[in-house]
Each structure stands twice: as C-alpha cells, then as structure tokens.
Antibody, heavy 119, light 111 residues
C-alpha cells in the first residue's frame, strides 16, 4: 500500500521561512517524478513545483519562483519543499503528489498539510 | 499558460440520475505525440484529490464504470451514468499537455 506522509506546515509570519517534507512508503520513490500542489479557497488547486525522479531537474511555478525550492533525498524516500519570504497569498493546504498528468503510472497524493501565513 | 474552464461550477444531482461536467481549454490539448493529456479528479470532502480519468477517457484502476470521459481538442466532458451518494465532492479537470500543468476551477457536485 502506497503512502505519502507529509510533515511540516503551521502558522508563520510573513517574510519567514518554512519547510515541508513528504516521506513515501510502498512506492518505488526513486523512479517517480514528484510534485507539490497547493489548494486555497481563492485559487483552487495550483501546481507549485516538480522534480525529476533523480533530482537532476526541477521546476517551480512563477508565483513561487525564487522563493520556494523543491528537493528530494532518494535514500530517505523523502520530498522536500523549502519556502522562504512567505506571503499571505501562500496560505494553502500543500499536497505532495506524483501528479502523473500523462497517465503513465498510478497517481498518489499525500494527506495535505496546512500552511498559514499571518502576522 | 493554458486556461482551463469548467462548467457548471455547481451541480445538484439526483441519485440514480446521470450527470455531466464540461471542461474547456484555451488551447488544444493534443500533444505532438498525438495524445491528449486531459485528466479528471474527484476530491471528496476532507480528502486529497484522486484521479479518475487520464488521457481523456481512460479510467484509473478501481474507478467505477459509471464514470466516463470524452472529448477532443479543447472540449471535454466527464459523465456519470447513474450518480451514487459516494460521488459527492468537487471534480477537477487537469491538463498535462502544456507546461505548467493547470487545473480547472472545480465543479461541486451535491445530491
């Protein structure tokens, strides 16, 4: 049974930093590209970042570019999202997911973690 | 970026009756390899989204046969042949043809 277990999140002040992690089990983690997707009432579901299976390439949405960094440690089966210079509009539930948009594999999602940016 | 527009945004359905959700993209979703990377997701209350359909019309493992996807180019439809209580939630389309991936704004289905 595949599980993506997320940790991190919470309430932080604008301008501060926060990191999220997502640990996979039951999945050939090192064979999968991984993604972060966030969901807020204002913007709905929004793709945030992607990283290739081996971590050699990564991509970020324009809305977070230069502030967020996706990374992974395949030896720990763990995906990370390092967020800095946080803004109120970054408030959302963040999901880690395989987000297989091409239909080449099964699609898996973490349980989500709430990030609230507020003074 | 490609814009994905869903309609209706809210749908009240009757158990056992059919339901249909539309999704329109601002650009054709036909990729250079000939495939169309349009997906449908269902998000039940309090849960993460779950993919139901990939490449327009292919059901994911475990997805009931009452769900079907169709369409081409820029216009796509998700149909539920006979709505069941467990189908309540928000349905999203997602395009994977163009970078970055884009979700529709969601269609809330309630009984």
């Amino acid at each position: 049974q595949v599980q993506l277990v997320q940790s991190g999140g919470g309430v932080v002040q604008p301008g501060r930093s926060l990191s999220l992690s997502c640990t996979a089990s039951g999945l050939a983690f090192s064979s999968h590209a991984m993604n972060w997707v966030r969901q807020s009432p204002d913007k709905g579901l929004e793709w945030v970042a992607s990283i290739t299976y081996d971590g050699s390439n990564y991509f970020h949405a324009d809305s977070v570019k230069g502030r967020f960094t996706v990374s992974r440690d395949n030896s720990l089966n763990t995906l990370f999202l390092h967020m800095r210079s946080l803004r109120p509009e970054d408030t959302a539930v963040y999901y880690c997911t395989t987000l297989d948009t091409l239909g080449t594999t099964d699609d898996y999602w973490g349980q989500g973690t709430l990030v609230t940016i507020s003074s | 970026d490609v814009e994905m527009t869903q309609f209706p945004l809210s749908l009240s359905v009757t158990l056992g009756q059919p339901a249909s959700i539309s999704c329109r993209s601002s650009q054709s979703l036909v990729y250079s390899d000939g495939n169309t990377y349009l997906n449908w997701f269902l998000q039940r209350p309090g849960q993460p989204p779950r993919r139901l359909i990939y490449k327009v019309s292919n059901r994911d493992s475990g997805v009931p046969g009452r769900f079907s996807g169709s369409g081409s180019g820029t216009d796509f439809t998700l149909k539920i042949s006979r709505v069941e209580a467990e189908d309540v939630g928000v349905y999203y389309c997602l395009q994977g043809t163009h970078w970055p991936p884009e979700f529709g704004q969601g269609t809330k289905v309630e009984i």
